[in-house]
């Protein structure tokens, strides 16, 4: 499965962003999708996760209220609408895909292919 995400850039603290990450090859719309994302000197993070058939999301705290993830089987992309975007928001994101039946979505552990990662720059 290869993984590319798209959708990154500069915005405004308060602006919004919508991330893009089309999966191709071997089944690429048979798994759970994440998004992860890594500040400068910083672990990679868990953001959200979406489930195979796209009912079921979780989303870390900092992410809670002001993004949403969503997916669409059949152009096999997975999307992050990312709004009210501060600086802390600030990271490379990563999207990332999993084995549905994996319970330890949060863990970058659980995700077997991984995108190449797109910048987001939120300024104050």
């Known amino acids: 499965v290869q993984l590319q995400a798209s959708g990154g850039g500069l915005v405004q603290a308060g602006g919004s962003l919508r991330l893009s990450c089309a999966a191709s090859?071997?089944?690429?719309?048979?798994?759970?999708m994440g998004w992860f994302r890594q500040a400068p000197e910083k672990e990679r993070e868990f953001v959200a996760r979406?489930?195979?058939?796209?009912?079921?999301?979780t989303y870390a705290d900092s992410a809670k209220g002001r993004f949403i993830i969503s997916r669409d089987n059949a152009k096999n992309t997975v999307y992050l609408q990312m709004n009210n975007l501060k600086p802390e928001d600030t990271a490379v994101y990563y999207c990332?895909?999993?084995?549905?039946?994996?319970?330890?979505?949060?863990?970058?552990?659980?995700?077997?292919?991984w995108g190449q990662g797109t910048q987001v720059t939120v300024s104050s």
């Open positions: 990332a895909a999993a084995p549905n039946y994996r319970s330890d979505y949060q863990s970058l552990l659980a995700y077997d292919y």
């Open positions: 979406i489930s195979l058939s796209g009912g079921g999301t």
């Open positions: 090859g071997r089944t690429g719309s048979s798994y759970a």
